[in-house]
């Protein structure tokens, strides 16, 4: 029963800052639609959140690595509730934009403190980081599901998402155990070859799960005009929550690398055999294969590294890899700006380059 408290607790707080991250792919049509925006401007958004989101995951990995995951979840929770209650009082583009990159601040010590919790107090790794991280699969799922409403009511899912962070801030402060692991660091361990190549491998993963995440529905709906794209983005949304069984369960099998291979192989071919074809049901196997790389990575990051920095391997990986996260919406709207179809080039480029680096791991 602990456990399972624990991993509630842990996959609840990733959840939150996922569905925030992730609503803007959705929310991102109707807010156009209203205030007028460009492609480089709903871009823009999701890039804001990543360079705060960059600067700040290594410092807040370092923090929890030497005070714990209680006091990082407590000020995240806190000032980012406060933070997202802005769009919901005083709706424009600026304060979204303002939100965003202040968020992204903010919400980047939710991630490390999680796996920091999984790496301590859960195992095996490979299997408790596949389930943690299936929270990004199933928020992008809830957000499919009601896409229909963020519609007409985009304004109370932050209002709601707010609560819900604010929520976290008083469950927290019940916290006895801190999640540290008690052992000295030795931070030069970070800086490793096989790390940081499987750091560059996940900033072309972060290119592809993100850029898709932000792009596809307004790719579905604005661009390629697509009959029923709720439809085939819930689809997508089914297929990212498969992933889980894929990241989960298949590197005990065959090894992390060999699943994240495949995965960004196959990633690239149902992408291009969506938009060529149109059969709307590919968007399922896309969703899972954008996403199915993404735990072992991760696992294969925290190994390299040990438990003892696991925040901080995770917090370093974020500063590097969300790079991938910060450029892809905004280099995806620039290339829409000339093709739709260079836009899909242009987002499978992530892909092919982690696809090539993990050759070397």
């Known amino acids: 029963m602990e456990r399972i408290k624990i991993f509630a607790y842990s996959w609840i707080i990733t959840f939150l800052q ?32 990543y360079v705060g989101y960059v600067i700040s ?34 709706p424009s583009y600026d304060i979204i934009l303002f939100s965003y990159l202040l968020s992204g601040f ?33 928020a ?12 007409n009511y985009w304004r109370i899912f932050y209002l709601l998402l707010s609560v819900s962070l604010l929520s976290v801030f008083f469950i927290t402060l019940s916290m006895k155990d801190d999640y540290v692991s ?8 970070l800086f490793t070859r096989f790390i940081l190549l499987s750091i560059l491998v996940r900033s072309g993963e972060m290119w592809v799960s993100w850029g898709t995440t932000a792009w596809l529905f307004p790719f579905l709906v604005l661009y390629f005009h697509f009959c029923n794209s709720s439809l085939i983005f819930l689809l997508f949304s089914l297929g990212l929550v498969s992933s889980t069984v894929v990241s989960s369960k298949l590197p005990g ?13 196959l990633y690239v071919l149902f992408l291009f055999l969506l938009f060529l074809s149109r059969i709307g049901w590919l968007s399922f196997f896309l969703g899972i294969f954008s996403f199915s790389f993404r735990s072992p990575t991760d696992t294969l990051i925290v190994k390299f590294a040990g438990k003892e920095n696991s925040s901080s391997s995770i917090g370093l990986a974020n500063t590097i890899s969300q790079i991938g996260s910060l450029l892809a919406p905004i280099s995806i709207g620039f290339a829409v700006k000339f093709s739709p179809f260079l836009g899909i080039f242009t987002l499978s480029a992530g892909a092919l380059l982690s696809l090539a680096v993990s050759f070397l791991i």
């Open 182 to 189: 008690g052992k000295r660091r030795e931070t030069k361990v």
């Open 106 to 138: 903010i919400v980047s010590a939710l991630f490390p403190s999680s796996v920091k919790i999984v790496s301590v107090k859960l195992s095996p790794l490979y299997f408790y980081l596949g389930m943690l991280e299936s929270s990004a699969p199933f």
């Open 253 to 265: 099998l065959i090894g992390e690398k060999k699943v994240v291979q495949i995965s960004l192989l």
């Open 140 to 151: 992008v799922l809830l957000l499919g599901l009601i896409s229909g409403l963020l519609y």
């Open 57 to 90: 995951s290594t410092p807040w990995g370092l923090f929890i690595d030497l005070h714990g995951v209680k006091y990082a979840v407590l000020i995240s929770s806190l000032v980012s509730s406060i933070v997202i209650l802005l769009i919901f009082l005083f």
């Open 18 to 49: 996922l569905l925030f991250r992730s609503a803007w792919g959705v929310i991102s049509v109707p807010v156009a639609m209203q205030f007028h925006l460009t492609s480089v401007q709903i871009g823009l958004v999701l890039t804001s959140f």
